[in-house]
């Protein structure tokens, strides 16, 4: 099993800058993908980016391309979500995400095995 937390999370206001981390323990070496998805009140859990085991490939979700970057540093078991140009609905609790998957599948929350608790990002207008 992948234990994952997250951490990050806060209030920021419209155009501002976040930083997500996503700590992974455990039997990592299982999981090939691992991803960012996020959940607004009253939502659907809704994939926000994914990235493989090695970092080459990288997947977005049309609403955050060009403002998101996912990255991971395997050496610290630890993946990261850079979060620019924030707008307001951006707001959710934001989850990562690990799983052993073809990369077609990364967009797909079903898929994934293990989960963090979440982190809050609140973005004010």
């Known amino acids: 099993q992948v234990q994952l937390v997250e951490s990050g999370g806060g209030l920021v206001q419209a155009g501002g800058s976040l930083k997500l981390s996503c700590a992974a323990s455990?039997?990592?070496?299982?999981?090939?993908?691992m991803g960012w998805f996020r959940q607004a009140p009253g939502k659907e859990r809704e994939f926000v980016a994914a990235?493989?085991?090695?970092?080459?490939?990288?997947y977005y979700a049309d609403s955050v391309k060009g403002r998101f970057t996912i990255s991971r540093d395997n050496a610290k078991n630890t993946m990261y979500l850079q979060m620019n140009s924030l707008k307001p609905d951006d707001t959710a609790t934001y989850y990562c995400?690990?799983?052993?998957?073809?990369?077609?599948?990364?967009?797909?929350?079903?898929?994934?095995?293990?989960w963090g608790q979440g982190t809050q990002v609140t973005v004010s207008s």
């Open positions: 995400a690990a799983g052993r998957m073809p990369a077609a599948w990364a967009t797909i929350k079903d898929k994934y095995d293990a």
């Open positions: 990235i493989s085991w090695g970092g080459l490939s990288t």
């Open positions: 455990g039997r990592t070496g299982n999981s090939n993908i």
